[in-house]
């Protein structure tokens, strides 16, 4: 069964600091890897794409990672910011499919 | 352009009523997705379409879900009859065929009593 695993469940961090959320795929054959960012009450939005040759994408304080050997890939907020507070969903493209599969996301906590 | 705009936002309905979500995709995008979000289960695709006709149904829980799309610019969710465990975070979403990036609606929150 084509699986994507998200870690940690949930994250509380201090603003200023750095952290990082993990994504563990088995989906096959890979197309693309999305992390979305979805915040309260909102519907998700793309922060990042990566395609298998990819190994490092940046987008702002936003630093996505992908190993496809390993199928695993990261994603590092630098300085986090209160904003950062959200879900934070993982979302892996079958190749030659136009259904995408979805991990059940990180909730990240960013206190003051 | 205003994006997927979904409706109505909040649906707080009695057990058995039938309920309709509503969703108007981005202009020019030919796929659209009806997920289901909770917390036990995350985001779980239900239906999507591909120029308005449905191409995979299997993730629709039940037979009391129904999708339809009847033109390119407007798709339903109905749930006949509502039941409590239907609660949830229901989004749509449209994308074009070039492009895998999916845009999501604000959501409609159904809550089933």
């Known amino acids: 069964k084509n699986q994507v695993e998200q870690s940690p469940q949930s994250l509380i961090i201090l603003e200023g600091k750095n952290c990082t959320l993990q994504c563990n ?8 890897l999305r992390w979305y960012k979805q915040d309260t009450g909102r519907g998700p939005v793309s922060l990042t794409i990566m395609t298998f040759s990819e190994n490092t994408k940046s987008n702002g304080r936003y630093t996505a990672t992908l190993d496809a050997d390993t199928k695993q890939s990261s994603l590092h907020i ?14 892996v493209m079958k190749g030659g499919s136009y259904i995408p599969t979805f991990g059940r996301g990180t909730s990240l906590i960013v206190h003051p | ?27 020019g995008h030919d796929y659209l ?3 289901r979000q909770t917390m036990m289960r995350g985001l779980e695709l239900l239906i ?66």
């Open chain 1, 25 to 32: 795929y088995t989906v096959s054959p890979f197309s693309n």
């Open chain 2, 1 to 27: 352009d205003a994006g997927v705009i979904q409706s109505p936002r909040h649906e707080v309905t009695e057990m058995g009523q039938e309920v309709t979500l509503r969703c108007k995709p981005i202009s």
């Open chain 2, 48 to 113: 999507y379409f591909n120029n308005n006709v449905p191409i995979d149904d299997s993730g629709m829980p039940e037979d009391r879900f129904s999708a339809k799309m009847p033109n390119a610019s407007f798709s339903t969710l109905k749930i006949q009859p509502s039941e409590p465990r239907d609660s949830a975070v229901y989004f749509c979403a449209s994308r074009t065929t070039s492009n895998t990036e999916a845009f999501f609606g604000q959501g409609t929150r159904l809550t089933v009593v």
């Open chain 2, 33 to 35: 997705f009806w997920y």
């Open chain 1, 78 to 91: 630098t300085a986090s910011q209160l904003s950062d507070s959200a879900s934070y969903i993982c979302v």
